[in-house]
T-cell receptor, first 112, second 111 residues
């Protein structure tokens, strides 16, 4: 089955700096890669996703890049703000949501 | 727009007592529904999923069960809770396709 590895497990950045979280996947048939943000005590919230026919996608300060050849994808957050502090999860799947495999999460802390 | 409601938000139950967590989705028809458990604030483990009324698939053997009595209602149950059942439980839904949307979660503490 699919295996998703996420790095780093913890990340601290100064407010205004950029943050990058990386994930690798094992199944070359995976074609959907979402990212979730989870604040303390709440459910994960979808923040951005990308499909395998696209190499990059942006939404304001957030971007995701996908390298299908290397089987890795990354989340980029620019101009970080304290409210960006949360746990971020990457995930990968091929044919259905049931097969969504999550990474282990990254605790991002933005220092004021 | 679609919304998902999950309750109760928190509960403390003694060992051996029953459990019922409920989840409803609004604004969509025939969604796929899921129950996840999250331990230690990180890993998301899929427990059950359902593609329709009365259709439940279990991903892991455990002390829990799920039911889907109505199209947009999903229930997580246990007859006798164990200490190891403590955790953060998340209901989620998806339509055709890959995108999963989560509820706010339920904190269960078994004492």
């Amino acid at each position: 089955g699919e295996n998703v590895e996420q790095h780093p497990s913890t990340l601290s950045v100064q407010e205004g700096d950029s943050a990058v979280i990386k994930c690798t996947y094992s199944d070359s048939a995976s074609n959907y890669f979402p990212w979730y943000k989870q604040e303390l005590g709440k459910g994960p919230q979808l923040i951005i996703d990308i499909r395998s026919n696209v190499g990059e996608k942006k939404d304001q300060r957030i971007a995701v890049t996908l390298n299908k050849t290397a089987k890795h994808f990354s989340l980029h957050i620019t101009e970080t703000q304290p409210e960006d502090s949360a746990v971020y999860f990457c995930a990968a799947s091929k044919s259905s949501a049931r097969q969504l495999t999550f990474g282990s999460g990254t605790q991002l802390t933005v220092l004021p | 727009s679609q919304t998902i409601h999950q309750w109760p938000a928190t509960l403390v139950q003694p060992v051996g007592s029953p459990l019922s967590l409920e989840c409803t989705v609004e604004g969509t028809s025939n969604p796929n529904l899921y129950w996840y458990r999250q331990a230690a604030g990180r890993g998301l483990q899929l427990l059950f999923y359902s593609v329709g009324i009365g259709q439940i698939s279990s991903e892991v053997p455990q002390n829990l069960s799920a039911s889907r009595p109505q199209d947009r209602q999903f229930i997580l149950s246990s007859k006798k809770l164990l200490l190891s059942d403590s955790g953060f439980y998340l209901c989620a839904w998806s339509e055709a396709g890959n995108t999963i949307y989560f509820g706010e979660g339920s904190w269960l503490t078994v004492v």
